[in-house]
């Protein structure tokens, strides 16, 4: 898979809510209502990341989930992060802006 650009990157971000690129990775955090809703959410995530075979670097405390996408085998990011991201903002209800 090949790594985009830093102009894709930024180009791509335009259209995924509360996604940050920087440390050669996407960010992003959600804030749950409590820990059985942060879990659920994550159990959720992992079945996409399972049919992807691409998995998240992720934290998890209390409520609050940290999650770091990117692609180890390109050294950064690719198009498989952005469909990640896309997925995970879909299972968690991210309104759009």
């Known amino acids: 898979m090949k790594k ?3 102009f894709e990157i930024n180009k791509k971000l335009e259209k995924l809510v509360d996604w940050e ?7 992003t955090d959600f804030e749950f209502d409590n820990f059985k ?8 995530i992992a079945f996409e990341c399972e049919a992807l075979n691409h998995h998240p670097e992720w934290t998890n405390i209390y409520n609050t989930l940290d999650i770091t996408l990117t692609t180890h085998d390109a050294d950064g990011v690719t198009e ?4 990640l991201a896309k997925a995970i903002n879909n299972i968690v209800e991210v309104e759009e802006e």
């Open 4 to 6: 985009l650009t830093e």
């Open 21 to 27: 690129y920087y440390d050669n990775a996407l960010h």
């Open 37 to 44: 809703d942060c879990m659920s959410a994550m159990n959720r």
């Open 80 to 83: 498989l992060d952005f469909k």
